[in-house]
């Protein structure tokens, strides 16, 4: 009986669209090995369609706080993937200091003053 359970959400997930967030909450009733998959899908699907704010929590709820940052960073959200690099990772973490150059080179092109 679990057997031809776990087939049928399998097959349930497949059928399901792509993007379409209800399939995480299925594939969770189907073990965290499906559940983290299809976060992880989803996480690429929402960043391909310019939704950092979506890949990035995504990310962080499969604890890669790495990647949320780089979906910021990619998505030209400079300041959020400083932000979410500076709670997230340790002050020494050589990231940081390049996001504060980064994040500083942008500010200074766009003729803005941070205090």
Do not use: F
Not at 11 to 24: D, K, M
Not at 71 to 95: K, V
């Amino acid at each position: 009986m679990q057997h031809a359970l776990r087939r049928d959400l399998t097959e349930a997930l497949a059928a399901l669209p792509e993007a379409e967030a209800s399939g995480a909450a299925i594939a969770k009733l189907a073990g965290p090995e499906k559940w983290e998959a299809m976060l992880d899908k989803l996480c690429d699907q929402y960043a391909e369609k310019g939704q950092a704010n979506l890949a990035a929590m995504l990310s962080l709820l499969l604890h890669d706080p790495l990647r949320a940052v780089e979906y910021y960073r990619s998505a030209g959200c400079l300041r959020e993937a400083l932000a979410l690099a500076s709670a997230q990772l340790l002050p020494e973490d050589p990231l940081l200091a390049k996001l504060r150059g980064e994040y500083a080179a942008a500010t200074a092109a766009a003729g803005e003053r941070v205090i």
